[in-house]
Protein backbone atom coordinates (compact mmCIF):
# COMPACT_ATOMS: atom_id res chain seq x y z
CA UNK A 1 0.00 0.00 0.00
CA UNK A 2 1.59 3.16 -1.14
CA UNK A 3 4.48 2.07 -2.24
CA UNK A 4 4.52 5.17 -4.59
CA UNK A 5 4.14 7.51 -2.19
CA UNK A 6 7.65 10.06 -1.87
CA UNK A 7 9.34 8.66 1.19
CA UNK A 8 9.37 12.33 2.84
CA UNK A 9 5.95 11.26 3.43
CA UNK A 10 6.26 7.29 4.23
CA UNK A 11 6.20 5.72 0.79
CA UNK A 12 8.68 4.12 -0.62
CA UNK A 13 8.93 6.60 -3.73
CA UNK A 14 9.26 3.59 -6.16
CA UNK A 15 7.89 4.04 -9.78
CA UNK A 16 4.46 3.48 -11.81
CA UNK A 17 6.63 1.10 -13.37
CA UNK A 18 7.60 -0.78 -10.20
CA UNK A 19 4.16 -0.62 -9.03
CA UNK A 20 3.31 -2.32 -12.58
CA UNK A 21 5.34 -5.15 -12.06
CA UNK A 22 3.93 -5.74 -8.36
CA UNK A 23 0.41 -5.40 -10.16
CA UNK A 24 1.11 -8.25 -12.35
CA UNK A 25 1.93 -10.15 -9.82
CA UNK A 26 -0.57 -10.14 -7.65
CA UNK A 27 -3.52 -10.10 -10.66
CA UNK A 28 -2.31 -13.36 -11.84
CA UNK A 29 -3.57 -14.26 -8.11
CA UNK A 30 -6.34 -12.03 -7.05
CA UNK A 31 -7.95 -9.21 -8.96
CA UNK A 32 -9.54 -7.83 -6.24
CA UNK A 33 -6.39 -7.23 -4.34
CA UNK A 34 -4.69 -5.96 -7.54
CA UNK A 35 -7.17 -3.38 -7.69
CA UNK A 36 -6.82 -1.79 -4.02
CA UNK A 37 -2.58 -2.01 -5.12
CA UNK A 38 -3.38 0.17 -7.86
CA UNK A 39 -5.89 2.59 -6.37
CA UNK A 40 -3.76 2.65 -3.21
CA UNK A 41 -0.60 3.98 -5.75
CA UNK A 42 -2.06 5.16 -8.89
CA UNK A 43 -4.95 7.49 -9.62
CA UNK A 44 -6.53 9.80 -6.16
CA UNK A 45 -3.33 9.03 -4.16
CA UNK A 46 -1.04 9.89 -7.06
CA UNK A 47 -3.11 13.39 -7.89
CA UNK A 48 -2.64 14.61 -4.35
CA UNK A 49 1.09 13.53 -3.82
CA UNK A 50 1.70 15.37 -7.48
CA UNK A 51 -0.41 18.37 -6.86
CA UNK A 52 -1.36 18.50 -3.17
CA UNK A 53 -0.26 21.06 -0.68
CA UNK A 54 2.26 19.55 2.01
CA UNK A 55 -0.53 19.46 4.79
CA UNK A 56 -2.77 17.66 2.10
CA UNK A 57 0.04 15.13 1.33
CA UNK A 58 0.91 14.79 5.06
CA UNK A 59 -3.26 14.18 5.65
CA UNK A 60 -3.34 11.40 2.76
CA UNK A 61 -0.15 9.60 3.09
CA UNK A 62 -1.04 7.94 6.34
CA UNK A 63 -4.01 6.72 6.05
CA UNK A 64 -3.13 5.21 2.85
CA UNK A 65 -0.09 3.44 4.18
CA UNK A 66 -2.33 2.26 7.02
CA UNK A 67 -4.30 0.65 4.40
CA UNK A 68 -6.66 2.36 2.43
CA UNK A 69 -8.08 2.76 -0.93
CA UNK A 70 -8.78 5.84 -1.57
CA UNK A 71 -11.74 6.17 -4.08
CA UNK A 72 -12.11 8.47 -7.35
CA UNK A 73 -15.70 10.15 -7.68
CA UNK A 74 -16.28 11.25 -11.29
CA UNK A 75 -18.85 9.32 -12.94
CA UNK A 76 -22.67 10.56 -12.49
CA UNK A 77 -25.62 8.91 -13.39
CA UNK A 78 -26.17 11.72 -16.54
CA UNK A 79 -22.28 12.09 -16.81
CA UNK A 80 -20.11 8.86 -17.67
CA UNK A 81 -18.04 8.83 -20.96
CA UNK A 82 -18.60 13.09 -21.37
CA UNK A 83 -17.57 13.24 -17.63
CA UNK A 84 -17.03 16.77 -17.64
CA UNK A 85 -20.94 17.32 -18.21
CA UNK A 86 -20.91 16.40 -14.25
CA UNK A 87 -23.40 18.08 -11.94
CA UNK A 88 -22.49 17.90 -8.34
CA UNK A 89 -21.27 21.38 -7.46
CA UNK A 90 -19.11 23.14 -4.78
CA UNK A 91 -20.22 26.26 -3.48
CA UNK A 92 -17.77 28.50 -2.21
CA UNK A 93 -19.20 29.43 1.52
CA UNK A 94 -16.89 31.29 3.96
CA UNK A 95 -13.40 28.82 4.27
CA UNK A 96 -15.57 26.08 3.34
CA UNK A 97 -16.91 24.81 0.25
CA UNK A 98 -20.65 23.36 0.06
CA UNK A 99 -20.57 19.91 -2.03
CA UNK A 100 -23.90 18.49 -3.50
CA UNK A 101 -24.40 16.10 -6.15
CA UNK A 102 -24.67 12.33 -6.79
CA UNK A 103 -21.62 9.97 -8.14
CA UNK A 104 -22.35 6.13 -8.76
CA UNK A 105 -20.02 3.19 -9.73
CA UNK A 106 -17.24 4.80 -7.38
CA UNK A 107 -14.94 1.67 -6.23
CA UNK A 108 -14.43 1.74 -2.73
CA UNK A 109 -17.61 3.36 -1.88
CA UNK A 110 -18.41 2.41 1.75
CA UNK A 111 -14.93 0.77 2.47
CA UNK A 112 -12.82 3.34 1.43
CA UNK A 113 -11.43 6.33 3.89
CA UNK A 114 -10.13 8.72 1.40
CA UNK A 115 -12.12 10.62 -1.70
CA UNK A 116 -11.43 12.39 -4.18
CA UNK A 117 -14.71 13.97 -5.23
CA UNK A 118 -15.02 16.03 -8.54
CA UNK A 119 -17.03 18.65 -8.85
CA UNK A 120 -18.01 22.24 -10.65
CA UNK A 121 -16.23 24.82 -8.21
CA UNK A 122 -18.60 27.95 -7.53
CA UNK A 123 -17.39 30.94 -6.43
CA UNK A 124 -19.80 32.52 -3.64
CA UNK A 125 -21.84 34.16 -6.32
CA UNK A 126 -22.32 30.85 -8.02
CA UNK A 127 -20.20 31.61 -11.41
CA UNK A 128 -18.39 28.79 -12.06
CA UNK A 129 -14.60 28.40 -11.80
CA UNK A 130 -13.84 24.92 -13.54
CA UNK A 131 -13.88 21.67 -12.35
CA UNK A 132 -11.93 20.87 -8.85
CA UNK A 133 -11.21 17.91 -6.68
CA UNK A 134 -12.43 17.71 -3.15
CA UNK A 135 -10.29 15.43 -0.43
CA UNK A 136 -13.13 14.43 1.97
CA UNK A 137 -12.95 11.86 4.53
CA UNK A 138 -15.26 9.29 5.54
CA UNK A 139 -14.08 6.94 8.45
CA UNK A 140 -17.46 5.29 10.30
CA UNK A 141 -15.19 3.22 12.60
CA UNK A 142 -13.07 6.40 13.46
CA UNK A 143 -16.39 8.38 14.15
CA UNK A 144 -15.34 10.26 10.89
CA UNK A 145 -18.87 10.94 9.60
CA UNK A 146 -19.18 14.08 7.66
CA UNK A 147 -23.13 14.99 7.52
CA UNK A 148 -24.18 15.21 4.28
CA UNK A 149 -21.80 12.39 2.99
CA UNK A 150 -24.24 9.44 2.18
CA UNK A 151 -22.87 5.86 0.46
CA UNK A 152 -26.75 5.20 -1.12
CA UNK A 153 -26.57 2.01 -2.47
CA UNK A 154 -23.88 -1.02 -3.73
CA UNK A 155 -24.57 -2.50 -7.43
CA UNK A 156 -24.52 -6.23 -7.93
CA UNK A 157 -21.66 -6.41 -10.58
CA UNK A 158 -21.03 -9.68 -12.60
CA UNK A 159 -17.61 -9.58 -11.39
CA UNK A 160 -14.69 -8.11 -9.11
CA UNK A 161 -17.39 -9.13 -6.90
CA UNK A 162 -15.67 -8.28 -3.58
CA UNK A 163 -14.96 -4.64 -4.53
CA UNK A 164 -17.69 -2.20 -3.45
CA UNK A 165 -19.39 -0.07 -6.60
CA UNK A 166 -21.35 2.13 -5.03
CA UNK A 167 -23.48 5.29 -5.19
CA UNK A 168 -22.52 8.67 -3.27
CA UNK A 169 -24.71 11.20 -2.43
CA UNK A 170 -23.87 14.85 -1.02
CA UNK A 171 -26.08 17.12 0.62
CA UNK A 172 -24.73 20.21 1.46
CA UNK A 173 -21.42 18.67 2.52
CA UNK A 174 -18.94 21.20 3.89
CA UNK A 175 -15.06 20.67 2.73
CA UNK A 176 -12.53 23.09 4.48
CA UNK A 177 -11.15 24.60 1.37
CA UNK A 178 -7.51 23.39 2.56
CA UNK A 179 -8.82 20.42 1.13
CA UNK A 180 -9.41 21.67 -2.55
CA UNK A 181 -6.46 19.98 -4.81
CA UNK A 182 -5.06 22.70 -6.66
CA UNK A 183 -3.04 22.07 -9.70
CA UNK A 184 -0.57 24.86 -10.44
CA UNK A 185 -2.65 25.60 -13.98
CA UNK A 186 -5.38 26.78 -12.08
CA UNK A 187 -9.05 25.67 -11.24
CA UNK A 188 -9.87 26.41 -15.25
CA UNK A 189 -7.42 23.76 -16.49
CA UNK A 190 -7.91 21.73 -13.09
CA UNK A 191 -9.78 18.83 -14.41
CA UNK A 192 -6.84 18.05 -17.67
CA UNK A 193 -4.71 18.45 -14.66
CA UNK A 194 -6.25 16.25 -12.14
CA UNK A 195 -6.56 13.71 -15.48
CA UNK A 196 -3.00 13.39 -15.94
CA UNK A 197 -2.96 11.36 -13.06
CA UNK A 198 -5.73 9.28 -14.17
CA UNK A 199 -3.10 8.16 -16.70
CA UNK A 200 -1.33 6.04 -14.18
CA UNK A 201 -4.63 4.53 -13.03
CA UNK A 202 -4.79 2.93 -16.82
CA UNK A 203 -1.80 2.18 -16.55
CA UNK A 204 -2.63 0.10 -13.58
CA UNK A 205 -5.84 -1.23 -14.94
CA UNK A 206 -4.28 -2.59 -17.82
CA UNK A 207 -1.98 -4.25 -15.84
CA UNK A 208 -4.37 -5.61 -13.70
CA UNK A 209 -6.11 -6.65 -17.07
CA UNK A 210 -2.77 -8.11 -18.50
CA UNK A 211 -1.91 -9.96 -15.26
CA UNK A 212 -5.12 -11.85 -15.13
CA UNK A 213 -4.92 -12.79 -18.83
CA UNK A 214 -1.44 -14.16 -18.01
CA UNK A 215 -2.82 -16.04 -14.68
CA UNK A 216 -5.37 -17.66 -17.10
CA UNK A 217 -2.54 -18.17 -19.80
CA UNK A 218 -0.51 -20.25 -17.32
CA UNK A 219 -3.54 -22.30 -15.82
CA UNK A 220 -4.29 -23.20 -19.55
CA UNK A 221 -0.91 -24.41 -20.07
CA UNK A 222 -0.36 -26.52 -17.53
CA UNK A 223 -3.88 -28.17 -18.29
CA UNK A 224 -3.20 -28.85 -21.46
CA UNK A 225 0.29 -31.10 -20.62
CA UNK A 226 -1.82 -33.24 -18.01
CA UNK A 227 -5.74 -33.05 -19.84
CA UNK A 228 -5.90 -36.39 -22.30
CA UNK A 229 -8.26 -37.11 -25.14
CA UNK A 230 -7.94 -40.00 -28.00
CA UNK A 231 -5.08 -41.23 -26.01
CA UNK A 232 -3.00 -37.54 -26.04
CA UNK A 233 -2.28 -34.72 -24.02
CA UNK A 234 -4.45 -31.76 -25.49
CA UNK A 235 -0.65 -29.80 -25.88
CA UNK A 236 -0.51 -32.21 -28.66
CA UNK A 237 -3.40 -30.74 -30.36
CA UNK A 238 -2.14 -28.11 -33.26
CA UNK A 239 -5.94 -26.35 -32.78
CA UNK A 240 -4.95 -25.90 -29.49
CA UNK A 241 -1.42 -24.98 -29.78
CA UNK A 242 -2.11 -22.15 -32.33
CA UNK A 243 -4.35 -20.96 -29.44
CA UNK A 244 -1.72 -20.88 -27.09
CA UNK A 245 0.44 -18.61 -29.08
CA UNK A 246 -2.25 -16.28 -29.81
CA UNK A 247 -2.70 -16.18 -26.64
CA UNK A 248 0.90 -15.59 -25.57
CA UNK A 249 1.43 -12.93 -28.06
CA UNK A 250 -1.10 -10.66 -27.05
CA UNK A 251 0.10 -11.07 -23.56
CA UNK A 252 3.39 -10.00 -24.22
CA UNK A 253 2.52 -7.19 -26.39
CA UNK A 254 0.04 -5.66 -23.90
CA UNK A 255 2.87 -6.02 -21.26
CA UNK A 256 5.74 -4.17 -23.40
CA UNK A 257 3.06 -1.27 -24.32
CA UNK A 258 2.31 -1.00 -20.65
CA UNK A 259 5.49 -1.47 -19.33
CA UNK A 260 6.25 0.97 -21.51
CA UNK A 261 3.92 3.54 -20.82
CA UNK A 262 4.58 3.25 -17.14
CA UNK A 263 8.19 4.20 -17.86
CA UNK A 264 7.29 7.78 -19.57
CA UNK A 265 6.02 8.77 -16.14
CA UNK A 266 9.62 8.48 -15.00
CA UNK A 267 10.62 11.36 -18.03
CA UNK A 268 7.37 13.45 -18.77
CA UNK A 269 7.19 16.57 -17.11
CA UNK A 270 3.78 15.89 -15.48
CA UNK A 271 5.45 12.66 -13.57
CA UNK A 272 2.31 10.57 -15.21
CA UNK A 273 2.41 8.14 -18.08
CA UNK A 274 2.16 9.49 -21.40
CA UNK A 275 -1.69 10.04 -22.27
CA UNK A 276 -1.74 8.38 -25.64
CA UNK A 277 1.00 5.35 -24.65
CA UNK A 278 -1.60 4.90 -21.74
CA UNK A 279 -4.71 5.04 -23.53
CA UNK A 280 -3.45 2.74 -25.89
CA UNK A 281 -2.06 0.16 -23.64
CA UNK A 282 -4.96 -0.23 -21.82
CA UNK A 283 -7.40 -0.17 -24.99
CA UNK A 284 -4.62 -2.76 -26.00
CA UNK A 285 -4.31 -4.81 -22.73
CA UNK A 286 -8.11 -4.46 -21.77
CA UNK A 287 -9.50 -6.35 -25.08
CA UNK A 288 -7.01 -8.72 -25.59
CA UNK A 289 -7.37 -10.02 -21.67
CA UNK A 290 -10.96 -9.93 -22.82
CA UNK A 291 -10.08 -12.75 -25.54
CA UNK A 292 -6.76 -14.33 -23.40
CA UNK A 293 -9.21 -15.52 -20.27
CA UNK A 294 -11.95 -16.76 -22.99
CA UNK A 295 -9.70 -18.90 -24.65
CA UNK A 296 -8.46 -20.32 -21.52
CA UNK A 297 -11.39 -20.63 -20.20
CA UNK A 298 -12.27 -22.70 -23.50
CA UNK A 299 -9.32 -24.78 -23.49
CA UNK A 300 -10.95 -26.78 -19.55
CA UNK A 301 -14.08 -27.74 -21.36
CA UNK A 302 -16.35 -27.62 -19.13
CA UNK A 303 -14.47 -27.61 -16.24
CA UNK A 304 -13.53 -23.88 -17.18
CA UNK A 305 -17.04 -23.28 -17.22
CA UNK A 306 -17.58 -24.93 -13.46
CA UNK A 307 -16.56 -22.89 -10.02
CA UNK A 308 -13.64 -26.14 -9.34
CA UNK A 309 -11.47 -23.87 -11.46
CA UNK A 310 -11.20 -19.76 -11.66
CA UNK A 311 -11.13 -19.20 -15.22
CA UNK A 312 -15.07 -18.31 -14.32
CA UNK A 313 -14.03 -15.56 -12.23
CA UNK A 314 -11.63 -14.56 -14.05
CA UNK A 315 -13.37 -13.84 -16.96
CA UNK A 316 -16.18 -12.34 -14.94
CA UNK A 317 -13.74 -10.07 -13.34
CA UNK A 318 -11.74 -9.57 -16.68
CA UNK A 319 -14.96 -8.06 -18.44
CA UNK A 320 -14.93 -4.74 -16.63
CA UNK A 321 -11.79 -3.18 -18.11
CA UNK A 322 -12.74 -2.00 -21.45
CA UNK A 323 -15.57 -0.09 -19.39
CA UNK A 324 -14.45 1.38 -15.87
CA UNK A 325 -11.86 4.10 -16.64
CA UNK A 326 -12.35 5.14 -20.00
CA UNK A 327 -14.53 2.57 -22.16
CA UNK A 328 -12.24 1.63 -25.12
CA UNK A 329 -14.56 3.41 -27.49
CA UNK A 330 -13.13 7.20 -25.43
CA UNK A 331 -9.61 5.42 -25.37
CA UNK A 332 -9.88 4.90 -29.17
CA UNK A 333 -11.26 8.32 -29.79
CA UNK A 334 -8.45 9.98 -27.63
CA UNK A 335 -5.71 7.94 -29.07
CA UNK A 336 -7.23 8.66 -32.51
CA UNK A 337 -7.32 12.43 -31.97
CA UNK A 338 -3.62 11.80 -31.27
CA UNK A 339 -2.31 10.06 -33.94
CA UNK A 340 -4.05 12.55 -36.53
CA UNK A 341 -3.45 15.65 -34.48
CA UNK A 342 -7.18 16.80 -34.32
CA UNK A 343 -9.50 17.88 -31.81
CA UNK A 344 -12.29 15.08 -31.47
CA UNK A 345 -14.95 17.20 -29.66
CA UNK A 346 -17.93 14.64 -29.09
CA UNK A 347 -20.78 17.14 -28.31
CA UNK A 348 -23.06 18.04 -31.52
CA UNK A 349 -22.04 21.62 -30.65
CA UNK A 350 -18.66 20.97 -30.82
CA UNK A 351 -18.62 19.63 -34.18
CA UNK A 352 -20.49 23.03 -35.30
CA UNK A 353 -18.41 25.56 -33.26
CA UNK A 354 -14.58 23.80 -34.02
CA UNK A 355 -12.40 26.20 -35.11
CA UNK A 356 -10.79 23.90 -37.89
CA UNK A 357 -13.51 22.58 -40.13
CA UNK A 358 -11.42 20.11 -41.85
CA UNK A 359 -11.41 18.49 -38.79
CA UNK A 360 -14.35 18.44 -38.24
CA UNK A 361 -15.41 16.74 -41.73
CA UNK A 362 -12.47 14.15 -41.08
CA UNK A 363 -14.20 13.30 -37.51
CA UNK A 364 -17.50 13.61 -38.60
CA UNK A 365 -17.84 12.00 -42.41
CA UNK B 1 20.22 -0.43 -9.75
CA UNK B 2 16.49 0.11 -10.51
CA UNK B 3 16.93 -4.12 -12.44
CA UNK B 4 17.75 -4.90 -9.16
CA UNK B 5 15.08 -3.58 -7.36
CA UNK B 6 12.29 -4.11 -9.96
CA UNK B 7 12.93 -7.74 -9.09
CA UNK B 8 12.89 -7.76 -5.58
CA UNK B 9 9.49 -5.78 -5.70
CA UNK B 10 8.39 -8.55 -8.09
CA UNK B 11 10.06 -11.37 -5.68
CA UNK B 12 7.77 -10.28 -2.92
CA UNK B 13 4.12 -9.37 -4.69
CA UNK B 14 4.85 -13.36 -5.89
CA UNK B 15 5.10 -14.58 -2.35
CA UNK B 16 2.27 -12.26 -1.63
CA UNK B 17 0.23 -13.79 -4.64
CA UNK B 18 0.43 -17.21 -3.24
CA UNK B 19 -0.91 -16.49 -0.23
CA UNK B 20 -3.73 -14.33 -1.99
CA UNK B 21 -4.62 -17.35 -4.57
CA UNK B 22 -6.48 -19.23 -2.88
CA UNK B 23 -8.64 -16.76 -1.10
CA UNK B 24 -9.56 -14.84 -4.37
CA UNK B 25 -12.62 -17.44 -5.03
CA UNK B 26 -14.04 -16.64 -1.21
CA UNK B 27 -14.01 -12.56 -1.76
CA UNK B 28 -15.57 -13.41 -5.56
CA UNK B 29 -18.46 -15.50 -3.74
CA UNK B 30 -18.86 -14.03 -0.33
CA UNK B 31 -18.79 -10.69 -2.07
CA UNK B 32 -16.97 -9.27 0.67
CA UNK B 33 -13.66 -7.08 0.63
CA UNK B 34 -10.53 -8.39 1.83
CA UNK B 35 -9.37 -6.58 4.54
CA UNK B 36 -7.11 -9.36 5.90
CA UNK B 37 -5.34 -9.06 2.31
CA UNK B 38 -4.88 -5.35 2.95
CA UNK B 39 -3.42 -6.09 6.29
CA UNK B 40 -0.59 -8.18 4.83
CA UNK B 41 0.30 -5.76 2.72
CA UNK B 42 0.50 -3.20 4.69
CA UNK B 43 2.37 -5.52 6.94
CA UNK B 44 4.77 -6.16 3.55
CA UNK B 45 4.78 -2.76 3.08
CA UNK B 46 7.28 -3.64 0.04
CA UNK B 47 9.86 -2.99 1.61
CA UNK B 48 10.51 -6.07 3.53
CA UNK B 49 9.81 -5.66 6.66
CA UNK B 50 7.92 -9.34 6.69
CA UNK B 51 9.61 -10.46 3.81
CA UNK B 52 13.44 -10.17 4.21
CA UNK B 53 14.06 -13.52 4.59
CA UNK B 54 14.84 -15.89 1.92
CA UNK B 55 14.11 -13.31 -0.90
CA UNK B 56 17.46 -11.39 -3.03
CA UNK B 57 17.65 -9.75 -6.32
CA UNK B 58 19.40 -10.89 -8.96
CA UNK B 59 22.81 -8.85 -8.00
CA UNK B 60 22.59 -10.85 -4.00
CA UNK B 61 20.57 -7.95 -2.75
CA UNK B 62 18.42 -9.02 0.40
CA UNK B 63 15.22 -6.95 0.33
C1 LIG C 1 -16.49 -1.81 -12.28
C2 LIG C 1 -16.50 -0.35 -12.53
C3 LIG C 1 -15.81 0.50 -11.67
C4 LIG C 1 -15.86 1.88 -11.84
N1 LIG C 1 -15.22 2.68 -10.93
C5 LIG C 1 -15.35 4.03 -11.01
C6 LIG C 1 -14.78 4.87 -10.02
O1 LIG C 1 -14.15 4.41 -9.07
N2 LIG C 1 -14.98 6.20 -10.12
C7 LIG C 1 -15.67 6.76 -11.15
O2 LIG C 1 -15.79 7.97 -11.18
N3 LIG C 1 -16.25 5.98 -12.10
C8 LIG C 1 -16.10 4.63 -12.06
N4 LIG C 1 -16.68 3.81 -13.01
C9 LIG C 1 -17.50 4.41 -14.04
C10 LIG C 1 -16.82 4.41 -15.40
O3 LIG C 1 -15.79 5.34 -15.45
C11 LIG C 1 -17.93 4.65 -16.42
O4 LIG C 1 -18.72 3.49 -16.44
C12 LIG C 1 -17.40 4.94 -17.81
O5 LIG C 1 -16.75 6.18 -17.85
C13 LIG C 1 -18.50 4.91 -18.87
O6 LIG C 1 -19.60 5.66 -18.47
P1 LIG C 1 -21.07 5.00 -18.53
O7 LIG C 1 -21.02 3.70 -17.84
O8 LIG C 1 -22.02 6.02 -18.02
O9 LIG C 1 -21.33 4.69 -20.04
P2 LIG C 1 -21.82 5.73 -21.17
O10 LIG C 1 -20.94 6.92 -21.16
O11 LIG C 1 -23.28 5.93 -21.07
O12 LIG C 1 -21.50 4.89 -22.48
C14 LIG C 1 -22.30 3.82 -22.93
C15 LIG C 1 -21.63 3.22 -24.17
O13 LIG C 1 -21.53 4.23 -25.18
C16 LIG C 1 -20.18 4.40 -25.57
N5 LIG C 1 -19.94 5.82 -25.86
C17 LIG C 1 -20.23 6.89 -25.09
N6 LIG C 1 -19.82 8.02 -25.69
C18 LIG C 1 -19.25 7.66 -26.85
C19 LIG C 1 -18.61 8.36 -27.93
N7 LIG C 1 -18.46 9.68 -27.88
N8 LIG C 1 -18.12 7.65 -28.96
C20 LIG C 1 -18.25 6.29 -29.01
N9 LIG C 1 -18.83 5.58 -28.04
C21 LIG C 1 -19.31 6.24 -26.97
C22 LIG C 1 -19.36 3.92 -24.40
O14 LIG C 1 -18.05 3.51 -24.81
C23 LIG C 1 -20.20 2.76 -23.91
O15 LIG C 1 -19.92 1.62 -24.66
C24 LIG C 1 -16.61 2.43 -12.89
C25 LIG C 1 -17.28 1.57 -13.78
C26 LIG C 1 -17.23 0.22 -13.61
C27 LIG C 1 -17.96 -0.68 -14.55
Given at each position: MGMTIPKE???LGAS???CALVIEEIAKACTLTARIVVEANMGGI????AYGTHEQKAFCAPIVLAGDKPAICITEPDAGSAATEMQTTARKSGDRYILNGTKHWITGGGVSKLHLVFARVLDENGNEEGIGGFIVHHDPDARIEPKGFEVVRRERTMGLCGMPEAELKFSDLEVGEAFLLRPSAGLKRSFAQLMEAYNSQRVGAGTIAMGVAAGALDRAKDYLK???QFGRPLAEFQGLQWMVADMDAS???SRLMLREAAKTAQVSATGFPDMMMAARAK???SEAAIKVVNDALQMFGARGYGDQEP?????RDVRMFTIGGGTAQILRTQVAGNLLDIKTPQTREGYVDAADIGSVRAVGE | MLAEKVNLYQELAKELAKEFAPKAAHWDETRTYCHENIKSLVKARFDGHDYSQGIRGPGGFIL
Open positions: YGGFYDSAVMMREVHALFALERMY | -
